[in-house]
């Protein structure tokens, strides 16, 4: 499985002054760091077996960067978004979507084609597997016995002319293995071994919460293009005001959905309800506000809408595994920690 990496630059600044720089560092292991000009850090593509790539991204930008991918074979995709955020478009689907930092997602498309867009002045922690369907059916030993309905058109081959997408939200147990392709203290035939299976485990963990969304979602709603627009066009709208946000109905009406239609469609979407993607839009942002620690917890709750200290605790712990004060404990730590 060939990707290739075209980046480009807004404000018509010449791609070939700022374009990462290619390194070779293993058979296995190709490396783009980032120009001075550009930013620092890097992206790293590791191909554990033909057909098996994993990405992972590590850097700050200094500019606006595109980032155009473009392959000619199809695989089925894992995102995990760790820092960062910005816009994505895959070539077949006519509208951008957003992706933000705790996000975690799930794709294939007939072809690899694709934008990507990194604001200036963003950092981007990232890791993306991509796996040929051919590959993954042979993983499962053809068994697709666990394997959520809507995904199984992917493997048995009824789908590879269609999309599939499914976002969802970095759970705990994803972030331990997340951080095992930043800390990999190995190198050659050992790192290669543990960093494939934390692949294999984070695909575990992804597809579990798909089945568990599955289970919630009931039947499946069946919807078009227009409709799969307008829910992340609400779920946009979502993000702009967490303190106060819209009712389901204001929301509903604001994108000419029917309310009930919208909540299927959450659910399809993005694997849970308006109000379930709202609760974890408002634990996302309160992490990252007590990790700032400008706000003590009692203010951070306020500050997404929470008016019970005790509530915002509790969903708190049930999302990331820790609670508000040893989040912020747990940060300050490493703040201190001399380098």
Same mark, same amino acid.
Do not use: V
């Given at each position: 499985m060939d990707i290739d990496f075209k980046i480009d630059l807004d404000h018509g600044l010449h791609l070939e002054q700022y374009s990462p720089v290619q390194q070779k560092e293993s058979p296995f292991e190709t490396c783009w760091s980032l120009?001075?000009? #550009? +930013?620092? +850090?890097?992206? @790293?593509?590791?191909? %554990? @077996? %033909? +057909? /098996?790539?994993? /990405?992972i991204a590590d850097y700050a930008l200094k500019e606006t960067m595109i980032t155009s991918v473009a392959s000619n074979e199809s695989a089925v995709g894992f995102g995990f978004l760790l820092a960062g955020s910005g816009w994505a478009k895959a070539h077949t689907v006519p509208y951008w979507g957003a992706f933000r930092e705790g996000k975690t997602s799930v /794709?294939?498309? %007939?072809?690899?084609n694709g934008t990507m867009k990194d604001m200036k002045n963003s950092r981007r922690r990232s890791i993306s597997l991509l796996v040929e369907p051919e590959l993954f059916n042979c993983l499962l030993k053809g068994s697709l016995d666990g394997i959520p309905k809507t995904f199984r058109t992917l493997l048995d081959g009824s789908n590879l002319m269609g999309g599939y997408n499914q976002d969802g939200w970095i759970t705990s147990l994803m972030s331990q293995a997340l951080e095992s392709f930043f800390l990999c203290p190995f190198t050659g035939s050992t790192r290669l071994l543990l960093l494939e299976s934390k692949a294999m485990e984070l695909i575990a963990l992804r597809l579990s919460q798909l089945m568990e969304g599955e289970k919630n979602q009931g039947p499946d709603p069946g919807l078009g293009a227009l409709d799969i627009k307008k829910i992340h066009q609400a779920a946009n709208r979502l993000c702009l005001d967490l303190e106060n946000p819209p009712t389901l109905f204001e929301l509903a009406a604001s994108e000419g959905i029917s309310h009930a239609k919208l909540n299927r469609g959450f659910h399809q979407v993005f694997g849970t309800t308006v109000f379930g993607y709202l609760r974890m839009l408002r #634990?996302?942002?309160a992490k990252q506000l007590l990790e700032q620690g400008r706000l003590n917890v009692t203010e951070t709750a306020m500050a997404v809408g929470y008016s019970s200290l005790s509530s915002f605790a509790r969903a708190f712990f049930t999302q990331y595994g820790i609670t508000p004060n040893q989040c912020m404990r747990k940060k300050a730590a490493i703040a201190r920690k001399p380098a």
């Open positions: 120009t001075k000009d #550009l +930013g620092s +850090g890097s992206i @790293r593509k590791i191909e %554990p @077996r %033909p +057909g /098996f790539m994993i /990405f /794709f294939y498309y %007939p072809d690899q #634990l996302h942002k």
